[in-house]
């Protein structure tokens, strides 16, 4: 904040400004030496823009998206922070710019009040505080935190943990670090599912539909544990497998399109030759409907390829009465 009154006022608020990518609180231009005769004029004369109660742009024409979201900050107040998808935005591991815009603030606090943020969404949280002293960039909430909100507010437990993965993916976060900060949560609606997610990341189930295979058709069913992600190297360079039973010379492929293309066909028919020339295993490749919504068939017919590869089926279970997989389990010598 300009320090008031001083000789370097003027040169303090052409900080603030740059800072904030011209836009600014009335209560900082007032410190900066203006008056409000002076901020009126500016905004009738055209020369800054209104934006919300009390914050403006100091220049005509569009506002920039990092001007928008200081606007957004400003206006809520001085412990606001954005948060949710605005934070992912910034922290690198968002969908494109977020809209709405999402901002946190301390519980006692209550920007909506005057009824002019459209277009934000404003998390009250009681455990926030804020930043102390004076921001040089825009305020997001930390990344662990960050997560976490996302994870507790996603509509499915497939957009959760794809929020898992765009954030651990890549960054050197530790699952336990995830759950301490888990565990300070009184409230948390997928807390079971967070850390049992949390322990299949660990494993190296890096997206959503592998979490989903690893889930419903490996550990349902007691198939044996896939090493996930493994690096080959072939004339196309190195590429990953999603889930290699290597002891049983088998892959597992995950396309996880709801609706993949047919273009793509030829290159997966290359991808599962490539692995058979490196890896010496046969290539098994499951789309997001098989998966998501018949994982029972998938299960039977995978584990028909482990015992046709040798699998004793020991561990084999059904995980229901109408499970496809009772049909392996009682022809099974007991």
Known sequence: MPRKGSQWAAYDLAVVLETQHQVILAAQ?????MTEEQIRWKVKSGRWQYLYRGTYATFSGRLSRKARLWAVVLRSGGRAALSHQT?????GFGHGPSDPIHVTVPVQCNPER????????????SNWLGYDGVLLDLPSTPIIMTLLD?????????????????CMSGR???GDLVAAQLGGRKKFTRRAWLKDALADFGDGTHFPLERRWARDVER???????????????????????????????????DGAAFPRVADRDTDRRR???????????????????????????????????????????????????????????????
Do not use: M
């Open 29 to 33: 231009a007032r410190a900066g030496g």
């Open 87 to 91: 934070a992912a935005e910034l922290l």
């Open 114 to 125: 005057s009824g002019d943020l459209e277009g934000v969404v404003v998390h009250r949280n």
């Open 150 to 166: 996302l994870v507790d507010s996603a509509a499915t437990l497939d957009e959760a943990y794809g929020w898992l993965a765009g």
């Open 172 to 174: 050197n976060i530790p």
């Open 220 to 254: 349902a069913h007691g198939l044996p544990r896939a090493t996930r992600q493994v690096r080959r190297d072939g004339p196309d360079g190195s590429r990953r497998l999603d889930s290699y039973y290597e002891p049983h010379r088998l892959c597992v492929e995950l």
């Open 272 to 334: 599962d030759n490539e692995t058979l020339i490196a890896a010496d295993a046969r290539t098994l490749r499951y789309g997001f409907k098989d998966v998501a919504n018949h994982p029972c068939d998938q299960a039977e017919q995978f584990a028909r390829a482990l015992i046709k590869q040798g699998w004793p089926a020991g561990t084999l279970k059904s995980c229901g009465p109408d499970c496809r997989v009772a049909t392996l389990t009682t022809r099974r010598p007991g």
